[in-house]
């Protein structure tokens, strides 16, 4: 059941708890403005817009009517006893693998934003802040330089710096962007054929990032040329795709969202999507979660072809005939031309 708005300004028959402000957070799908619901449900620790933001999601799965429909008492109550972690991760278990969406398996890799106990919270912050401080002193920062410091500094920069020193954190911590992170396709990792691909470049990074100052590689993303930047320090990258993918970050192709939406098989079907692929790729028609499923295993068989071309898929979508396209590579039912409908080719103006 949802919370009203108007229960946090009338006399209510309960007390109002920091849970009813994250659950009208929920309702409203934006962050939560009171600093003690920020405190208790983790935002104040997911100190990047991307992190609170597969936070939020996070909630929405877990609170919303439509998904596990958790009420705002329980969830209250959880925190009291001090068992919200151990209580998220078994509501979301209950549920098939497949539903779970794409910010549960995120929400197992940094479960120290909220686990509450001292030891594990102790050792969690001890290694995000080992984290924070490598990289913050990688970055140019000072070897005096506190976490809370290096944290602040992070959340004061612009979108594209506060990008780069998380991909910065990760890389120096031996890993890369997974599909279920932003960070996939602003890099390029989504340009990758396979996991070995994307392993290959991120390690290409790996080596760049101890050759070139953070300030060159920040202005490089910003300036889209990170490719530029390679060739500069004599790093050869071979990814096919990769130079459509880092020409702009701002200003993507729809292909790339889909390709992260469709190859995630953990993400439920009724969950969030960018309009633009909505709208590209035909998900507007589809009238349930089935049709949305085979929509999705559609594309995702696409992807997973040894010589898939999603710069041909995106041209296809352009000039209305996805369907058409698809259907010269693999076999399709007929009744799947309607989900593959789209507004294209716009009409010509003028």
Known sequence: MWVEPHIFTWKSRRSITTADHLALAVRNDLFPQDPQTCKDYGFERAFTVENRSKLLGL??????????????QTINDWRVRG?????????????PAESRGGYFPWFLQNQHILDPSAAADSQSNEKGDAMVLHAGRFTGGSETDLPADIRARITSMPQDRQLC??????????????????????????????????????????????????????????????????RKNGIEVDIHYLADVLQ???????????KQFVIQTNTHPGARMENSIACDYG???CRNDAEIKALKKIYRSFFERHNANPLALHDAAIRGNIFGYLGSLM??????????????PLPVLG
């Open 283 to 285: 998900f507007m028609n």
């Open 83 to 95: 068992v919200l972690v151990e209580e998220i991760k078994a509501a979301y278990y209950k549920i």
């Open 165 to 230: 020193h998380l991909f910065y954190m990760m890389l120096l911590s031996k890993r890369h962007p997974a599909p279920f992170d932003d960070l996939w396709i602003s890099f390029g990792f989504c340009s990758c054929a396979c996991k070995e691909e994307e392993r290959y470049l991120g390690e290409r990074y790996q080596v760049l990032i101890k050759k070139c100052t953070f300030d060159e590689f920040c202005n490089a993303f910003r300036s889209a040329r990170i490719l530029d930047l390679f």
């Open 331 to 344: 076999k399709l039912n007929k009744k799947n031309k309607r989900l593959m409908k789209n507004p294209y």
């Open 248 to 258: 702009n970050y701002r200003m993507r192709k729809s292909v790339w969202v889909l």
């Open 59 to 72: 909630y929405i799965g877990l609170m919303h009517p439509g998904r596990i429909g958790i009420p705002p």
